[in-house]
């Protein structure tokens, strides 16, 4: 069982930047792909970024490419997602998830995923 807890969420105003953290329990973490997804009210959940095993291997979705980094920290079993430039479309519930199997495959969708954690809201203001 693994059990992931975000925080860092809050209300910003456009340009603004937050930086979201989700702490896992488990003590093999560092084998984990990590990922970082969001829903808006009404919309589906889409990918946002993950993060391979080490570190040393990322993506990002289109829409936040160039504004939202990816990073881990296997020694405290905790990834982050830095957010800049945020915009009133990044408006949304922001959750991670691991995928314990990765396979030495980032996936994209949701469904590889086996855990996530209860979300953390993102709001900005324009």
């Known amino acids: 069982q693994v059990q992931l807890v975000e925080s860092g969420g809050g209300l910003v105003q456009a340009g603004g930047s937050l930086r979201l953290s989700c702490a896992a329990s488990g003590r093999t973490f560092s084998s984990y792909v990590m990922g970082w997804f969001r829903q808006a009210p009404g919309k589906e959940r889409e990918f946002v970024a993950a993060i391979g095993w080490s570190g040393s291997t990322t993506t990002n979705s289109d829409s936040v490419k160039g504004r939202f980094t990816i990073s881990r920290d296997n020694a405290k079993n905790t990834v982050y997602l830095q957010m800049n430039s945020l915009t009133p479309e990044d408006t949304a519930v922001y959750y991670c998830?691991?995928?314990?199997?990765?396979?030495?495959?980032?996936?994209?969708?949701?469904?590889?995923?086996?855990?996530w954690g209860q979300g953390t809201q993102v709001t900005v203001s324009s």
């Open positions: 998830a691991a995928d314990v199997n990765p396979g030495g495959i980032m996936k994209l969708g949701s469904r590889f995923y086996d855990y």
